[in-house]
């Protein structure tokens, strides 16, 4: 997840990099939890790229305030 810190009243963008997190970025919808945060996940930001044997899946989001 980046970044790794953000100011207190958040807002931040975050980016989450990762394997298995869904087979569609309709699966991220309610389902993307930052430090216990519930955050909207962003479907622009959302990118599947190839690596190996693994997909890895982007997905921006900003935190449900």
Do not use: H, W
């Amino acid at each position: 997840v980046t970044p790794v810190a953000g100011p207190p009243e958040g807002g931040t963008r975050v980016t989450i990099y990762g394997t298995n997190l869904g087979l569609a970025f309709s699966d991220m919808v309610d389902n993307v939890e930052v430090a216990g945060v519930r955050c909207t996940p962003l479907e622009e930001g959302y990118i599947i790229a190839e690596q190996a044997l693994d997909k890895l899946i982007v997905i921006a989001c900003y935190p449900v305030t």
